[in-house]
């Protein structure tokens, strides 16, 4: 099964007010949680598809540490703040620019997108990307489960229902999967994200529903000159898991 993980637009700095890091929210941690663990249950690929400002691109290491087998960043420049609350109450341009890249990038399964969006929890971005990749939506997902080589059976919810519909691939879904097991970054991972071992490819070119995306470049983090290791003494997984956001906090890398 091959997977594609639209996240959250990153937004500048001037926007956030933020000046240290930025994290993944855990709206992404959950979609692309669930992404991982459908690989390792079924097996198949699973793509990351970021985009947003280009200050803000030092979360994509913290992306590859949850090892996603490729990650392609769309730029999107936002000059102001006007600029920036246009582009909140027009969604059309950006959903057209994230159809065409998807359509570039490959054939996907799923296109999985978190409860949040440009648009806050709605689901304007998700049905907007469904509607110009001409693809079935299914929305708040609980739970997604492969029954054939072409169907998936899916577990919507709504605020006081549950129910379970059907649907060939390939499809858009917004997850409301509360329940994934939380799914922590290997050391072996972290050591490659963080030390200059893996490539995001951007992209660039025109943003129309019918224009191309080119590669522009491929980023790599700058290597850490640190290269000490540093052993867990936990009794059990979740000890060590604990004691590893605690050290990747101490560090600025990670939540």
């Given at each position: 099964?091959?997977?594609?993980?639209?996240?959250?637009?990153?937004?500048?700095?001037?926007?956030?007010?933020?000046?240290?890091?930025?994290?993944?929210?855990?709206?992404?941690?959950?979609?692309?949680?669930e992404a991982l663990h459908l690989?390792?249950?079924?097996?198949?690929?699973?793509?990351?598809?970021?985009?947003?400002?280009?200050?803000?691109?030092?979360?994509?290491?913290?992306?590859?540490?949850?090892?996603?087998?490729?990650?392609?960043?769309?730029?999107?420049?936002?000059?102001?703040?006007?600029?920036?609350?246009?582009?909140?109450?027009?969604?059309?341009?950006?959903?057209?620019?994230?159809?065409?890249?998807v359509r570039q990038i490959g054939?996907?399964?799923?296109?999985?997108?978190?409860?949040?969006?440009?648009?806050?929890?709605?689901?304007?971005?998700?049905?907007?990307?469904?509607?110009?990749?001409?693809?079935?939506?299914?929305?708040?997902?609980?739970?997604?489960?492969?029954?054939?080589?072409?169907?998936?059976?899916?577990?919507?919810?709504?605020?006081?229902?549950?129910?379970?519909?059907?649907?060939?691939?390939?499809?858009?879904?917004?997850?409301?999967?509360?329940?994934?097991?939380?799914?922590?970054?290997?050391?072996?991972?972290?050591?490659?994200?963080?030390?200059?071992?893996?490539?995001?490819?951007?992209?660039?070119?025109?943003?129309?529903?019918?224009?191309?995306?080119?590669?522009?470049?491929?980023?790599?983090?700058?290597?850490?000159?640190?290269?000490?290791?540093?052993?867990?003494?936990?009794?059990?997984?979740?000890?060590?898991?604990?004691?590893?956001?605690?050290?990747?906090?101490?560090?600025?890398?990670?939540?």
């Open positions: 099964m091959t997977i594609l993980v639209i996240l959250k637009e990153f937004l500048p700095d001037f926007l956030t007010g933020q000046e240290e890091r930025t994290h993944l929210c855990d709206s992404d941690k959950q979609v692309l949680s690989r390792n249950e079924i097996s198949g690929q699973v793509t990351v598809l970021a985009y947003g400002s280009m200050d803000r691109e030092d979360i994509l290491s913290e992306i590859w540490s949850y090892a996603p087998d490729q990650v392609f960043m769309l730029p999107k420049n936002i000059p102001g703040r006007d600029a920036a609350c246009e582009g909140s109450v027009n969604l059309i341009p950006t959903a057209q620019a994230l159809a065409s890249a054939a996907f399964d799923l296109i999985l997108l978190g409860r949040q969006a440009v648009d806050g929890d709605s689901l304007h971005m998700a049905s907007l990307i469904s509607h110009y990749l001409d693809l079935p939506l299914l929305p708040y997902t609980r739970d997604i489960s492969r029954i054939s080589d072409q169907k998936l059976e899916a577990v919507c919810i709504d605020d006081h229902f549950s129910y379970t519909v059907n649907v060939s691939f390939p499809a858009v879904v917004v997850s409301h999967n509360d329940n994934v097991p939380p799914r922590y970054p290997r050391m072996a991972d972290i050591r490659k994200a963080y030390g200059g071992r893996c490539n995001t490819r951007y992209l660039s070119g025109q943003t129309k529903a019918t224009g191309t995306l080119t590669l522009l470049q491929e980023y790599s983090p700058e290597p850490e000159s640190n290269t000490d290791t540093i052993f867990l003494s936990g009794s059990n997984d979740q000890e060590k898991a604990e004691q590893l956001l605690a050290l990747l906090r101490s560090m600025g890398c990670c939540l």
